[in-house]
C-alpha cells in the first residue's frame, strides 16, 4: 500500500499505522531520535575529554584568571638596615638594573646608563612572544610606580601579579627564583626601590601575543605564608643566594643547574652554562677562579658574555660569593656540555640548539 502524506486524512491514528507497518513518516523520526542521541552523547564525551586534557595539560587558568592575592594597606618600615640590604640586592645578585635600567651593551660588562636607574626599557629578547617592556618602577608618579603601594610591589615580585592585576610575563623571574626571597629581604627590596630618585620615562606596556597572553596566566602563585631569611652558615646562605640569583642556568627541569637556557638580546646569542661541579660543567673552578670570574667577567683568558650579570655579581662580598661557590659544590653533577665558542647543534638532553650540543 503506498501512502502519501497528501492523502493522509488529519484524524489518522498515528499507533494505527504503526501497528500496520506504515513507518515512512514515523520511522524518519525514530531515525532523527537515534542520531539526536548520538549526537548528544558524542558531544558529551568530547566536553569529558577535552575537560580531562585542559585540566592534565594547561589547567583552567587560561580561562578563569590567575591566582590572586588580595593586597593589603601594609607598609614596609623605613630603615638604615633595609635601605641597605636592599640596594645590595636590587645591585647585586638580583640584577634588577639588567632589565629595569637602560644600558650600553657594547661594554665587555653591562653598563648602565647614567641617570636612568630602574627607570625601565622596552628589551628586545629573540623567541619573545610579542613585545616585552621592563617598566617603569622609580617613584615618579605620572610615568613610573610611584601610585603603587608597598603590598603591591612586593606581589609583583615575589608573585608575578602587576599593581593592575594582570599577569607578569614570566621573563620577570618571579616563578622561579624571586618568590623565595625571605619576607624580610623582599621588604627590604621594595623600600630601596622607592627611595630611588624618581625618572620620568613614559613606555608602552608589555604585549603578549595570543595564545601565551592567556596561557600565562596558570604561572603566578600567591604566597600567604611567611617565607624566613636562611641560617648564616656559609652553605645555607650559598644556597639561598644561588636559588634566588642563578635561575638562567636551572631553567631546563631535567638538568637542575646543568644550564641550556637560550639567551638572546642586545648582548648577542648564548646558552646559559653547566654550573654543577661535573667535568662537563665547572669541577675545575677554584674558589678563587670563580670569586675572579664573578669580580672580572673572565675565566683564565675566556670572557663571559655580559648576560652573566658579572657587573652586579662583583657588588657582592668575598663571603657571599664564597658562600655561592661552597653551596654549587654541593650541587648533584649533571653531565650535559655546553660551549658557547662552538656552533650550535641540536641537544639531544635538553632539546635545544648550542654549542657542543651535539656531544652530549
Sequence with gaps: MNFSTH?????????????????????????LKKLGKILLVSLCGLIVMLAVIITYTIGWRPFIGPRVRAVGNRQFERTPERLARGKYLVTGVLSCEICHTPSDWSQHAWTAIPGKELAGQELTLEGFPGTAVAPNITPDAETGAGNWTDDQMARAIREGIKHDGSTLFPVMPYYNDYKKLSDED????VVYVRSVSPVRNALAKSKINFPVNYLVRGVPEPITQPVPMPANDPLSRGKYLVEVGCGC??????????????????????????????GSGINYYSEGTFVTAMRTGYVGARKLNAIMPFGEFKNLTDDDLKAIYTYLRTLAPVKHRVDNTLPPTLCKLCKRRHGAGDQN
Excluded: M
Design 7 to 31: 492523502f493522509l486524512p488529519i484524524d489518522v491514528n498515528a499507533q494505527w499505522l504503526e501497528n500496520r507497518g506504515i513507518h515512512f513518516v514515523l520511522g524518519g523520526k525514530h531515525i
Design 249 to 278: 642556568h636551572n631553567a631546563v627541569e631535567k638538568l637542575p643547574y646543568g644550564g641550556g637556557e637560550r639567551l638572546g638580546g642586545p648582548w648577542g646569542t648564548v646558552t646559559s652554562a653547566n654550573i654543577t661541579p661535573d
Design 186 to 189: 623582599l621588604a627590604a627590596v
